[in-house]
């Protein structure tokens, strides 16, 4: 580890405690501006303006400007200009920028050729969207929510810039910085709502619940124990991180104390959104972990995240109790609904629309009815006919938006991911530990799209251009990616005699 160390870490860094503020400053400022419309696209606008400018100086420093918007500004959707959130707009205007400055430049074909085998796959998944996004055009779906369901599979565009966008290592570092203050700010900014709302503080359908249901995209569901469900977007990357982390800490060496930090904290957002499929997917992720990794430490380590989760969540509802329950009854619920899916609203109602979506792929088995499809079913419960976009089901909602060709082409491309990590991790001399995190964490995905939209997800999708941007990259950034994980909590020590690691 010595050789790699410098007299600075990563994380230690002004830059990390502007980063956290920002975090903060940009969730408050949404609250405020709720309802303001040309405050926001007056904002937008100008934002707007300085990424275009700082292109112009430095590609990298727009590319920074585009990723700090990703890691901290939540759904995404928390300033809109012309019905378009501020998301959205960046990266349509970072990749017109991108595809204009290397078209100008006639480096764009190059630019667009990564690997081909992956371009194969792109091509026909985005021929199979446009065939979707048509088809449900001419089934008379609503437009709005073919748009709404288009949307997140551009993002995947953001992998061409970002395979060539990595390699100042002042950009490196900074997106470690942005790692670390996303988990930081979402762990506080999800105990800070749950202490408001279990405290009586602030109480449901008040207006910041109407701003976190509605701008932040997020749940706050009451438990009926003192309990309080904190559910965002951004979450859909806690899985992967911790199985990350939990990867890392499964090296035989000793480690800096941050890691179980940062552990600590990404599983308390974890127990506080206590979804059954992030759950499930975790287990099999921890089960993928073993591979390249030692049984003791595969089982140390494992059995540290399963004590954790426990442990976590009893303190919590505990605490949210007021010393009068653990809280086991509820995790015995959730686990329960499993394998009796009737004793809870969430998991009866999704087996209420199971045959519906049966009979929607039915007419429709192979070219399945496109972008937008909306299921109606009846709720037993509440006697309700509900109509809704939302299946529940991942890979059954995948079969009906994009038929048997572009659902398989979205599966192919992440089992694609996972074969290329593989062959990585087969070819790497010693150092695994990364690329099988990232692994379990693509695994997780696929665990997770069985009752959730993961893989066609914002943040699925986002989590899936990072790691075929690490998986693609030749052996040659080995070395990089190593020294980078020993600098984000290590430095130097000059010692009276020599230099010691920390």
């Given at each position: 580890?010595?050789?790699?160390?410098?007299?600075?870490?990563?994380?230690?860094?002004?830059?990390?405690?502007?980063?956290?503020?920002?975090?903060?400053?940009?969730?408050?400022?949404?609250?405020?501006?709720?309802?303001?419309?040309?405050?926001?696209?007056?904002?937008?606008?100008?934002?707007?303006?300085?990424?275009?400018?700082?292109?112009?100086?430095?590609?990298?420093?727009?590319?920074?400007?585009?990723?700090?918007?990703?890691?901290?500004?939540?759904?995404?959707?928390?300033?809109?200009?012309?019905?378009?959130?501020?998301?959205?707009?960046?990266?349509?205007?970072?990749?017109?920028?991108?595809?204009?400055?290397?078209?100008?430049?006639?480096?764009?074909?190059?630019?667009?050729?990564?690997?081909?085998?992956?371009?194969?796959?792109?091509?026909?998944?985005?021929?199979?969207?446009?065939?979707?996004?048509?088809?449900?055009?001419?089934?008379?779906?609503?437009?709005?929510?073919?748009?709404?369901?288009?949307?997140?599979?551009?993002?995947?565009?953001?992998?061409?810039?970002?395979?060539?966008?990595f390699s100042n290592e002042k950009t490196q570092h900074y997106?470690?910085?942005?790692?670390?203050?996303?988990?930081?700010?979402?762990?506080?900014?999800?105990?800070?709502?749950?202490?408001?709302?279990?405290?009586?503080?602030?109480?449901?359908?008040?207006?910041?619940?109407?701003?976190?249901?509605?701008?932040?995209?997020?749940?706050?569901?009451?438990?009926?124990?003192?309990?309080?469900?904190?559910?965002?977007?951004?979450?859909?990357?806690?899985?992967?991180?911790?199985?990350?982390?939990?990867?890392?800490?499964?090296?035989?060496?000793?480690?800096?104390?941050?890691?179980?930090?940062?552990?600590?904290?990404?599983?308390?957002?974890?127990?506080?959104?206590?979804?059954?499929?992030?759950?499930?997917?975790?287990?099999?992720?921890?089960?993928?972990?073993?591979?390249?990794?030692?049984?003791?430490?595969?089982?140390?380590?494992?059995?540290?995240?399963?004590?954790?989760?426990?442990?976590?969540?009893?303190?919590?509802?505990?605490?949210?109790?007021?010393?009068?329950?653990?809280?086991?009854?509820?995790?015995?619920?959730?686990?329960?609904?499993?394998?009796?899916?009737?004793?809870?609203?969430?998991?009866?109602?999704?087996?209420?629309?199971?045959?519906?979506?049966?009979?929607?792929?039915?007419?429709?088995?192979?070219?399945?009815?496109?972008?937008?499809?909306?299921?109606t079913f009846l709720n037993t419960a509440t006697y309700e006919?509900?109509?809704?976009?939302?299946?529940?089901?991942?890979?059954?909602?995948?079969?009906?938006?994009?038929?048997?060709?572009?659902?398989?082409?979205?599966?192919?491309?992440?089992?694609?991911?996972?074969?290329?990590?593989?062959?990585?991790?087969?070819?790497?001399?010693?150092?695994?530990?990364?690329?099988?995190?990232?692994l379990a964490g693509i695994i997780a995905l696929l665990v997770?799209?069985?009752?959730?939209?993961?893989?066609?997800?914002?943040?699925?999708?986002?989590?899936?251009?990072?790691?075929?941007?690490?998986?693609?990259?030749?052996?040659?950034?080995?070395?990089?990616?190593?020294?980078?994980?020993?600098?984000?909590?290590?430095?130097?020590?000059?010692?009276?005699?020599?230099?010691?690691?920390?």
């Amino acid at each position: 580890m010595q050789k790699f160390l410098t007299d600075k870490s990563i994380f230690y860094s002004k830059q990390t405690v502007a980063l956290l503020a920002l975090f903060f400053i940009i969730r408050v400022a949404s609250f405020l501006l709720v309802g303001h419309e040309f405050y926001q696209g007056v904002l937008v606008f100008s934002l707007l303006l300085v990424m275009a400018i700082l292109y112009f100086k430095n590609p990298e420093w727009a590319w920074c400007m585009l990723l700090t918007e990703i890691f901290l500004g939540g759904s995404g959707h928390y300033f809109e200009l012309a019905g378009l959130s501020i998301r959205t707009l960046f990266i349509i205007t970072f990749l017109f920028l991108w595809l204009a400055h290397h078209f100008g430049q006639k480096l764009l074909p190059q630019r667009l050729k990564i690997q081909t085998n992956l371009n194969y796959i792109l091509i026909v998944l985005f021929a199979s969207l446009i065939f979707a996004a048509v088809n449900g055009f001419l089934n008379k779906n609503d437009i709005g929510n073919i748009i709404q369901d288009l949307m997140p599979f551009g993002f995947l565009l953001l992998l061409f810039p970002s395979f060539y966008s990595f390699s100042n290592e002042k950009t490196q570092h900074y997106l470690v910085r942005l790692i670390a203050v996303f988990i930081i700010g979402t762990a506080l900014f999800a105990f800070l709502t749950f202490v408001l709302f279990s405290s009586q503080t602030l109480l449901i359908h008040q207006d910041f619940y109407k701003w976190f249901r509605d701008v932040n995209v997020g749940k706050i569901t009451d438990m009926k124990t003192g309990f309080f469900r904190i559910v965002e977007p951004s979450h859909l990357f806690i899985v992967p991180i911790i199985l990350l982390i939990t990867s890392l800490r499964m090296r035989a060496e000793k480690h800096n104390r941050m890691w179980w930090v940062m552990l600590i904290l990404a599983i308390f957002i974890l127990d506080l959104n206590l979804s059954r499929g992030y759950f499930l997917a975790l287990a099999i992720g921890l089960l993928v972990l073993k591979y390249k990794h030692t049984w003791k430490k595969w089982f140390f380590e494992s059995l540290s995240v399963v004590l954790l989760i426990i442990g976590i969540f009893t303190a919590t509802h505990l605490f949210a109790s007021g010393g009068v329950s653990p809280g086991w009854e509820l995790l015995g619920l959730r686990v329960r609904s499993f394998a009796s899916p009737e004793i809870e609203i969430s998991t009866n109602t999704r087996m209420m629309i199971l045959p519906q979506i049966w009979e929607k792929i039915k007419t429709a088995p192979f070219l399945g009815g496109g972008l937008g499809s909306e299921v109606t079913f009846l709720n037993t419960a509440t006697y309700e006919t509900i109509t809704t976009q939302h299946f529940d089901w991942g890979y059954l909602e995948m079969w009906t938006e994009l038929g048997i060709i572009g659902g398989l082409a979205l599966l192919g491309l992440y089992l694609f991911t996972a074969v290329l990590l593989i062959k990585k991790i087969k070819t790497a001399p010693d150092w695994h530990d990364f690329d099988v995190g990232l692994l379990a964490g693509i695994i997780a995905l696929l665990v997770m799209n069985v009752t959730l939209p993961a893989l066609f997800h914002v943040f699925g999708i986002l989590f899936l251009v990072f790691v075929l941007t690490v998986a693609v990259k030749q052996m040659n950034i080995f070395e990089g990616i190593i020294a980078i994980l020993y600098r984000i909590f290590n430095k130097l020590k000059i010692g009276k005699n020599r230099p010691l690691s920390s």
